[in-house]
């Protein structure tokens, strides 16, 4: 396991600033400490892991004897940095570099042209992101390039974080303390849970849940087998709202651990140390470590091993997009089949590999509905790669070897940025594939309710006789009244491909109608190329429907999405 040091620092060839360099004590070179009289900590999140950081930098905060606010930078006003001293940024990265959609309106404002000069202000950013893609940690890399040209002072260097972001987290949390407090540092005890799975349910708050249903929706001759997944809560008490997201935590293919411990000669049974405790290799590679995604630090620490030139100029090509698309080329076991090392040990290996991530699915149920349960709609990942067929590991597990009675570690990710608004009032639900999952909920949930609002659902898929997910359901709920309209797109039906976006344009007067009277606006689905071309195909229909050039519909657009009336949850 790398240092804490070493984590908190070790993408600063990544950093877009070299003026600060953190050391062990928290202290920063080229920076003097900063006199807070008013702390701000800002965080904007996708899965929640921003929240989390933040919030506890703000109990690390308070125990300093300052007073700290924590906000959602969706829920935040830029003009509020005028009245502060310092504030502490944590920013998520997500699709192809992307800001949380949630808080694109406050990316927006602090990078204008015109936004208000902040030379009063002294920040730090903590950016949290993905190392096996292209723009990694790019939000926070934007934040605080527009932070320093707005003449903020940087009171250390921004760090940059892999999924694996606890050390370096709390590293950076340790600094920033320092820079902010003028007492000596409270730091608290080092009580943390002993082992992996102790540190992973301490974490995530986890509990269990049984699989009571696990059957396949689409029908003969699908291209798809996406299936229906019920879980029964061991807990009863185990809350969600409709919109919300469930995590799973899922083991890695037995075959897959069994060609790792192939190519690198490993004794299953050796111990290697994991978070502070011992175990097999076997149930390390099984249940705690991502055996699957090529990280830089692999490739860089494996090229060493292996004498690789070819690795190592891989591993630091200074085009982020060509080590990106290289890495997606192997796999662990491809890498150490390919470029054998030598006197290779179990504890070396375990150091160069991620934890294994849970894995977030968006709720298909209402509790209302189903008591005690929570459904997921779930489509299986599998490709070709280096002559094998490999698949996804968490719809590999889920969809083909989780039987019946199984017992999965869950939990609740709440997603208060999509939720149903008043029973009353419309909505305008958009989705794709498995996208449709969270609109079964509200509808549970509006039927249960007998709530008077109007709805309208927009479904896309390829085949309606095979890949019509839910038909009878939504049949029901129109037949009902809790579904008022639905429009469905097969792509594959006709001589010309029909998707979600055209039948938008198609109803471009109705929805404005609708949009006129209230309506709140939800898509759920692909975030590379479903999402933009929804709203795109929003902004065509504003111009068609209300008679807007494209400038005022897009402002039409923002304003529906800061006042929580545009909703996306994309992955």
């Known amino acids: 396991m790398l240092s804490e040091a070493t984590l908190a620092t070790q993408d600063s060839r990544d950093s877009a600033s070299k003026g600060g360099e953190l050391r062990p004590g928290g202290a920063v070179v080229g920076a003097s400490p900063a006199v807070a009289k008013s702390v701000l900590i800002l965080f904007a999140t996708e899965t929640g892991a921003s929240e989390d950081v933040a919030k506890a930098l703000g109990r690390a905060v308070e125990q300093q004897g300052l007073t700290p606010r924590v906000m959602d930078m969706a829920d935040a006003d830029v003009a509020e940095l005028s009245s502060v001293d310092v504030a502490l940024f944590v920013a998520s990265t997500t699709g192809d570099g992307d800001a949380p959609y949630a808080a694109e309106s406050y990316f927006a404002a602090i990078c204008a042209d015109d936004a208000a000069p902040l030379d009063h202000l002294s920040y730090a950013v903590l950016a949290l992101g993905d190392a096996t893609y292209e723009h990694f940690c790019a939000a926070g890399k934007r934040l605080d390039d527009a932070l320093a040209q707005r003449g903020a002072r940087r009171l250390l260097e921004r760090v940059d974080c892999d999924i694996d972001y606890e050390e370096p987290a709390a590293a950076w949390r340790t600094a920033v303390l320092g820079s902010v407090s003028q007492q000596p540092l409270i730091l608290p005890t080092d009580d943390a849970p002993r082992g992996p799975a102790a540190a992973r349910s301490e974490k995530y708050r986890l509990t269990e849940a049984t699989v009571i249903e696990n059957r396949v ?70 249940l705690y470590l991502d055996i699957t995604s090529v990280t830089p630090r692999f490739l860089e620490s494996w090229a060493e091993l292996a004498q690789s030139q070819a690795l190592l100029e891989m591993a630091q090509a200074s085009d982020p997009g060509v080590r990106a698309t290289a890495m997606r080329q192997y796999h662990i076991v491809d890498i150490m089949r390919e470029y054998p090392a030598c006197a290779l040990g179990a504890q070396t290996l375990v150091d160069m590999l991620r934890s294994l991530q849970p894995r977030l699915y968006s709720i298909a149920s209402s509790l209302k509905a189903a008591p005690g349960q929570v459904h997921l709609t779930i489509a299986p990942v599998s490709y070709p790669l280096w002559g094998e067929v490999r698949r996804g590991v ?123 009277d209230g309506a709140h606006i939800y898509v759920c689905g692909d975030a590379a190329h479903m999402a933009p071309d929804v709203d795109r195909a929003l902004i065509r229909v504003l111009e068609t429907g209300m008679g807007l050039d494209a400038a005022s519909a897009g402002a039409y657009l923002g304003t529906m999405q800061a006042e929580g009336r545009y909703q996306r949850d994309v992955y």
């Open 394 to 516: 968490a719809t590999g597990q889920l969809c083909e070897r989780t039987a019946i009675g199984t017992r999965l570690q869950i939990y609740v990710q709440g997603n208060s940025h999509f939720r149903l608004p008043a029973p009353d009032t419309p909505i305008i639900m958009i989705g794709a594939g498995t996208g449709v999952a969270p609109y079964r909920g509200f509808l549970q949930e509006r039927s249960a309710q007998g709530a008077g609002g109007r709805s309208w659902l927009f479904f896309g898929e390829r085949n309606q006789s095979t890949d019509f997910l839910y038909e009878a359901e939504f049949a029901g709920f129109l037949a009902t009244g809790a579904l008022t309209h639905l429009d469905t797109a097969f792509s594959r039906d006709g001589t010309r491909k029909i998707y979600v976006q055209d039948r938008l344009l198609a109803q471009a007067e109705h929805l404005c109608r609708w949009l006129s």
């Open 217 to 286: 929706l689409t029908g003969e001759g699908s291209t798809k087998a996406t299936r229906h997944i019920a879980l029964a809560f061991s807990d009863t008490s185990t809350a969600y709202e409709p919109g919300d997201a469930l995590g799973v935590f899922v083991q890695n293919d037995p075959r897959v651990v069994t060609a790792v411990l192939a190519a690198g000669g490993f004794v299953p049974d050796m111990l290697v140390t994991l978070k502070g405790e011992q175990i097999s290799l076997r149930e390390a590679l099984h």
